[in-house]
């Protein structure tokens, strides 16, 4: 079973550049989330998808973008990326209703020099 | 106040040893408890998923909800080196129908053979 499947795994950007991070699940859930982890902050959730075809901010949303695609895709844009924007980011996906747990990919780790 | 907070550790145990791993929140609403566990360069994983108070035992892991004192614990009986990993607490569900889970930092456990 893959889960929720993230890519790309790693990746070094310039300041200024852009790109995108994927993210696919094929479990079949309605909502998509993104989170970024720093050290001593833990998980904070940038934007959420709760179905298809709807997006919300989260916490710390400055600096993205994000596209739910379909039903098993949700995407994280960064549009010129900065520094403070290096971190390892997560997307998790979970059941339509309020509190289910969420099923988190393995990450990507995002340094920008 | 943050809110949902843990000791960041490194706790250090021995093999065998009975670990106990706290978490405090502040919204008295909380009614869904989760414990995520980390390792290293990972995904969170959902290990435990309890409701309202009380204990809920699965193997070695044990997880107690105080909500009158707003208290989450953990406990792993006969500890292991394969339970090193970092223990994320999130309390969830109240009532709001806010969907994506807000997380402790994280309390990174090591278990010394």
């Known amino acids: 079973n893959a889960g929720v499947t993230q890519t790309p795994k790693f990746q070094v950007l310039k300041t200024g550049q852009s790109m995108t991070l994927q993210c696919a699940q094929d479990m079949n859930h309605n909502s998509m989330y993104w989170y970024r982890q720093d050290p001593g902050m833990g998980l904070r959730l940038i934007y959420y998808?709760?179905?298809?075809?709807?997006?919300d901010k989260g916490e710390v949303p400055n600096g993205y973008n994000v596209s739910r695609l379909n039903k098993r895709e949700f995407s994280l844009r960064l549009e010129s990326a900065a520094p403070s924007q290096t971190s390892v980011y997560f997307c998790?996906?979970?059941?339509?209703?309020?509190?289910?747990?969420?099923?988190f990919g393995n990450g990507t780790r995002l340094t920008v020099t | 106040q943050k809110e949902v907070e843990q000791d960041p550790g490194p706790l250090s145990v021995p093999e065998g040893a009975i670990v106990s791993l706290n978490c405090t929140y502040s919204n008295s609403a909380f009614q869904y408890f989760m414990w995520y566990r980390q390792y290293s360069r990972k995904g969170p994983e959902l290990l435990m998923y309890?409701?309202?108070?009380g204990n809920k035992e699965d193997g070695r892991f044990t997880a107690q909800v105080d909500k009158s004192s707003k208290y989450i614990s953990l406990f792993i009986r006969d500890s292991q080196p394969s339970d090193s990993a970092t223990y994320l607490c999130a309390p969830s569900g109240d009532g709001t129908g806010r969907r994506a889970l807000t997380f402790g930092s994280g309390t990174r456990l090591q278990v010394q053979p």
């Open positions: 998808s709760a179905s298809e075809g709807t997006t």
């Open positions: 998790a996906s979970s059941e339509w209703q309020a509190s289910s747990p969420l099923h």
């Open positions: 309890t409701y309202s108070s």
